[in-house]
Every structure is written in structure tokens, then in C-alpha cells.
């Protein structure tokens, strides 16, 4: 039995001749999370500001109400995807958290197992929310543009109807470059390519833990993620852009 097989089984192991999985679970602090935002990657940045829209909304409310419940429903759109940032938020905390933990010196090899496979579950957590992340501005946009879900429910479809939406739209063609230029990053291509994998396809995420060099994995991955989490900052900033350029802010 290699060492992952062991530990994740050790997970319902209740009597004392081993460590427990489930007693290694932490989450940081209240000083460790603003030294996490403020050292690694802070989620408020992937937010839009529903604030400077309070204009559009205040502009709706006096002309007439189907600008009102028109801009009205925008905010409402705004603060739904915001609500989501919360989930990456708590997988990235965690994320490094473990991470730092592991860079303790650590002498029982079976408790630096245990940390090593909360470390990467919980890059596999990120992975999926950064996907669940870009699912909702193909929400967003769908919303402005009106799109069919059904027939846009492929990247393929989306990306189609998407490029005729933006044709001749102001700050459309840009935003299409940002979106290109985002999906083209190779950090965000790699943790795609981890997702996809750990959702579709055999992974190698946790194998990897049995071969000599899984403390250079572990800080390829940390590094990875967070280039792909500042790609999203450059993804998020193009939206906002088109929102305020589309509703002519």
C-alpha cells in the first residue's frame, strides 16, 4: 500500500495506533488570512464594485421604472456573482495555509503525508472554483446579451455568439482580446488542464506524492495558481470595463 493509499484510509482509522486525517483539517486565523491576502492573492480583487453603478441605478429611478427594474436587476446580478468569490476565497485560504504548514519541519512521516494531501486536495478545491468562477461571467454575459442558455451551453456556442454580440459594441473587440488573452495563459491552461482531470479523467494530482521531487511540485502548483488567479484579476477588470462602457457609465 503506497503512502496515499495509506493516509486517505487512515481518514476513518479511529484508534490511537495512528494519526487521523480529519484532526490535521485547519483553517487560518484572523492574522493569517489578512497576511494570505495581502502576501499571496486577495479575492476582493476578483469583485466588481457594485457601488459604481449606483449612478445607473439612481438614473433608473428617477426617469422611469423600466430603467429602474432594469438597473435594479443589474445590482442584483452584480451581488450574485460577487456571493460566489466567497467559495474561492475559502479554498485559497485554505490552500495556503496547508501550504505553509508543510513548510515546517515536520519529523513523522505520517503526519507530513497527511499535510501533503490536504495541501493538494485542497488545490484541487481552487481549481474548481476558478472554474466555477469563469462559469459565472459566461453568466453575466448571457445576461447582457441575452443569450439563450440552451444554445449557448457549450464554450463553443458561447465563444460564437459571443463574438457576433461584441462585433460592434463599444469596448466589445476588446474585451474579446482580453478573453483570448486569458484563456491562452498557460497558468490558467494548466489549472484547467488540473480540473478537467480531477472532474473527467484519471489524475495524477495526489500520485505524484510518491515520487522524490513532490516538494518542487507542491511549489510549481502554489505558483501556477496564483498566476492564474491574477490572470482572472486582468479577465474580471476587462468585464467591468465592458459593463461600464455597454451601459455607458
Same mark, same amino acid.
Given at each position: 500500500?503506497?503512502?496515499?493509499?495509506?493516509?486517505?484510509?487512515?481518514?476513518?482509522?479511529?484508534?490511537?495506533?495512528?494519526?487521523?486525517?480529519?484532526?490535521?483539517?485547519?483553517?487560518?486565523?484572523?492574522?493569517?488570512?489578512?497576511?494570505? /491576502?495581502?502576501?499571496?492573492?486577495?479575492?476582493?480583487?476578483?469583485?466588481?464594485?457594485?457601488?459604481?453603478?449606483?449612478?445607473?441605478?439612481?438614473?433608473?429611478?428617477?426617469?422611469?421604472?423600466?430603467?429602474?427594474?432594469?438597473?435594479?436587476?443589474?445590482?442584483?446580478?452584480?451581488?450574485?456573482?460577487?456571493?460566489?468569490?466567497?467559495?474561492?476565497?475559502?479554498?485559497? %485560504?485554505?490552500?495556503?495555509?496547508?501550504?505553509?504548514?508543510?513548510?515546517?519541519?515536520?519529523?513523522?512521516?505520517?503526519?507530513?503525508?497527511?499535510?501533503?494531501?490536504?495541501?493538494?486536495?485542497?488545490?484541487?478545491n481552487v481549481s474548481c472554483e476558478v472554474y466555477i468562477y469563469e462559469?459565472?461571467?459566461?453568466?453575466?454575459?448571457?445576461?447582457?446579451?441575452?443569450?439563450?442558455?440552451?444554445?449557448?451551453?457549450?464554450?463553443?456556442?458561447?465563444?460564437?455568439? %459571443?463574438?457576433?454580440?461584441?462585433?460592434?459594441?463599444?469596448?466589445?473587440?476588446?474585451?474579446?482580446?482580453?478573453?483570448?488573452?486569458?484563456?491562452?495563459?498557460?497558468?490558467?491552461?494548466?489549472?484547467?488542464?488540473l480540473r478537467n482531470d480531477e472532474v473527467h479523467n484519471s489524475t /495524477? %494530482?495526489?500520485?505524484?506524492?510518491?515520487?522524490?521531487?513532490?516538494?518542487?511540485?507542491?511549489?510549481?502548483?502554489?505558483?501556477?495558481?496564483?498566476?492564474?488567479?491574477?490572470?482572472?484579476?486582468?479577465?474580471?477588470?476587462?468585464?467591468?470595463?465592458?459593463?461600464?462602457?455597454?451601459?455607458?457609465?
Amino acid at each position: 500500500m503506497n503512502k496515499v493509499d495509506f493516509a486517505i484510509k487512515n481518514c476513518y482509522n479511529m484508534t490511537m495506533e495512528h494519526l487521523n486525517y480529519f484532526d490535521f483539517i485547519s483553517f487560518p486565523d484572523r492574522a493569517e488570512r489578512d497576511k494570505i /491576502r495581502k502576501t499571496y492573492f486577495d479575492t476582493h480583487e476578483l469583485r466588481i464594485c457594485d457601488l459604481d453603478f449606483d449612478a445607473l441605478y439612481d438614473k433608473g429611478n428617477l426617469a422611469n421604472l423600466k430603467l429602474f427594474a432594469k438597473y435594479s436587476k443589474l445590482k442584483d446580478k452584480i451581488n450574485y456573482f460577487n456571493n460566489t468569490v466567497v467559495y474561492l476565497d475559502l479554498a485559497v %485560504l485554505k490552500m495556503v495555509n496547508y501550504f505553509d504548514l508543510l513548510k515546517n519541519d515536520i519529523k513523522d512521516k505520517e503526519e507530513k503525508d497527511i499535510r501533503e494531501i490536504l495541501y493538494r486536495q485542497s488545490c484541487r478545491n481552487v481549481s474548481c472554483e476558478v472554474y466555477i468562477y469563469e462559469e459565472k461571467i459566461k453568466d453575466f454575459l448571457r445576461y447582457i446579451f441575452k443569450f439563450d442558455k440552451t444554445k449557448t451551453k457549450s464554450d463553443n456556442k458561447f465563444f460564437q455568439a %459571443l463574438g457576433k454580440a461584441c462585433e460592434n459594441i463599444p469596448y466589445g473587440k476588446e474585451f474579446l482580446v482580453v478573453a483570448d488573452t486569458y484563456h491562452k495563459n498557460e497558468n490558467v491552461i494548466a489549472i484547467k488542464s488540473l480540473r478537467n482531470d480531477e472532474v473527467h479523467n484519471s489524475t /495524477r %494530482l495526489l500520485m505524484t506524492l510518491e515520487e522524490n521531487n513532490s516538494d518542487f511540485n507542491n511549489n510549481e502548483l502554489f505558483q501556477k495558481i496564483k498566476f492564474c488567479l491574477n490572470a482572472m484579476v486582468e479577465l474580471k477588470n476587462g468585464l467591468y470595463s465592458f459593463i461600464v462602457n455597454y451601459f455607458d457609465l
